[in-house]
């Protein structure tokens, strides 16, 4: 165990199931990390570190990483629990914490969403077994909410930046008069149809591994102005500098997502399809903060399959995109970022809380 401390809230655990691939093992990273950098003893239990591999090779000071209990295990919980998504630790772990004489903060760090239910659900207790409370932790977009992943230092280390050399650096140079295209996606993303819309105009499309790669092979023959190149698996600091070099980034779920606001340049984002259609209006509710141009607009809604036009539309302007783009990315950087937040939030919650002095091993 981490050595003795009297610090409030200073023994921080994480739960992390992984469902889509590595988009919620990106978020539990990338706040494991940020934990970590401000001298907290953080533990993330995750129960399939595998894309670790290539996401973090080198790991993270701090981040003790531990594998999901097995049945009836129970490891000593921190002053701070995080089960992220509403993944609910092991049972024999809930327990345990009932049974420490002061319990846990135990927090739901739920998914990022632009609707308005964020603000009316986030910061809301959960009474639950054992006389414990589970207290419900909306990231999101305005005020009101839990706020956004962003580490200290982001933003000045994307303006000192320098995209073509980084370009160049990898061996993924743009040719004169290109722009640069990044493409990560969901399998049924309308692939033939982005194409066809690139026609014409110089595009390097740098395709991410898996879905955006495969689709791309299935396309066959590009247009003659389209240069595709495979990337391979990025760190999650390399993928950051793929979106910072980019005039367009195609992302995806929430992790990506959030890293492409702060690159502050276009994105399309293809959201996660929902059989009752919920995803339509979470799109909606992005975009209405977003605020992009109706052609930047038209073509987000038609990439995610939702457009009752009959073609797919032309490609948009990018001065105006890019300047709502900008706008935006400067607007949220403003707010308090999701893990100050969180600090907070534990603050005051262990001020409320006689007797929780932090983890003592």
């Avoid at 090779?57 to 531990?66: A, C």
């Avoid at 921190?78 to 420490?100: T, Y």
């Avoid at 589970?134 to 994307?158: M, Q, S, V």
Wanted: with cysteine; proline share 9%; net charge negative.
């Amino acid at each position: 165990m981490p050595p003795a401390t009297t610090t409030p809230g200073a023994a921080w655990d994480i739960w992390c199931r992984v469902i889509d691939n590595h988009g919620d093992l990106g978020v539990c990273w990338r706040l494991a990390g940020e934990l970590a950098a401000r001298g907290l003893q953080v533990r993330l239990f995750v129960d399939d570190a595998r894309a670790l591999g290539w996401m973090a090779p080198g790991g993270r000071h701090g981040v003790d990483l531990r594998p999901w209990p097995g049945d009836g295990t129970a490891p000593e919980a921190g002053d701070v629990v995080i089960e992220a998504f509403g993944c609910d630790p092991p049972d024999s772990v809930v327990a345990a914490m009932s049974q420490r004489p002061r319990p846990p903060i135990w927090l739901n760090l739920e998914y990022l969403s632009a609707e308005p239910y964020v603000e009316r659900s986030h910061a809301l207790p959960s009474p639950q077994r054992g006389g414990l409370t589970k207290w419900f932790f909306y990231p999101g977009f305005t005020p009101r909410t839990g706020g956004l992943l962003r580490e200290g230092g982001l933003l000045a280390r994307r303006a000192a930046f320098d995209g073509q050399a980084w370009l160049a650096a990898q061996g993924w140079a743009r040719r004169p008069g290109e722009a640069v295209v990044s493409l990560f996606c969901y399998g049924y993303a309308p692939v033939p149809a982005l194409l066809q819309a690139l026609a014409g105009r110089p595009i390097l499309l740098l395709a991410t591994p898996g879905h955006a790669q495969q689709l791309l092979a299935a396309a066959g023959a590009l247009p003659a102005s389209v240069r595709v190149l495979n990337l391979p698996w990025l760190t999650q600091f390399d993928y950051d500098h793929l979106l910072w070099a980019c005039d367009l980034n195609f992302v995806r779920g929430e992790d990506s997502l959030v890293r492409a606001v702060w690159a502050g340049v276009p994105f399309v984002w293809h959201i996660y399809p929902q059989d009752d259609g919920a995803h339509g209006p979470k799109l909606q509710a992005l975009l209405d903060l977003l605020q992009p141009p109706q052609d930047a607009r038209a073509f987000i809604w038609a990439w995610n399959g939702l457009s009752k036009a009959a073609d797919f539309p032309a490609w948009p302007a990018q001065a105006a995109w890019a300047a709502a783009s900008a706008r935006w990315q400067a607007g949220l950087a403003g707010q308090p970022d999701l893990t100050t937040q969180l600090l907070d939030f534990v603050a005051d919650r262990a001020t409320k809380s006689p007797g929780f002095h932090g983890h003592h091993c």
